[in-house]
């Protein structure tokens, strides 16, 4: 471990003498240190694209096989929705059925 801290260290003081010594290339180990910054970023863009092209190509694969049973799935959310308001339209009923008596009696005693 002491051995590579002074590896490092002595990488860094080589690099720095050679930077901002008196025929320092502080463009070339600029291009060196961006070309060394952007691998990374290129291999973990490389890693995303493949896996988006895994995802492109099986959603392309399942779409052949969700068209029936979409169509499965939407006729029993419609038979669903139909109960739904069946149910709905009968918890009601009886309270209309008692504004509309209402209703009659007063048109019939002629009250509005």
Do not use: Q, W
């Given at each position: 471990m002491i051995v590579t801290v002074l590896l490092i260290?002595?990488?860094a003081v080589i690099?720095?003498?050679?930077?901002?010594g008196p025929n320092g290339r502080s463009p070339v180990w600029?291009?060196?240190s961006t070309i060394w910054l952007v691998i990374p970023v290129?291999?973990?863009?490389?890693?995303?694209?493949?896996?988006?092209a895994g995802l492109i190509y099986l959603l392309a694969?399942?779409?052949d096989v969700i068209p029936p049973y979409s169509s499965q799935a939407q006729y029993?959310?419609?038979r669903a929705s139909s109960?739904?308001?069946?149910?709905?339209?009968?918890?009601?009923?009886?309270?209309?059925?008692?504004?509309?008596?209402?209703a009659r009696i007063q048109a019939f005693f002629g009250r509005n």
């Open positions: 260290i002595a990488i690099t720095s003498m050679a930077t901002f600029a291009a060196i290129m291999i973990f863009g490389l890693i995303f694209l493949i896996i988006l694969r399942t779409l029993y959310v419609d109960e739904a308001k069946r149910f709905s339209d009968m918890a009601a009923k009886p309270v209309f059925f008692i504004g509309d008596i209402v």
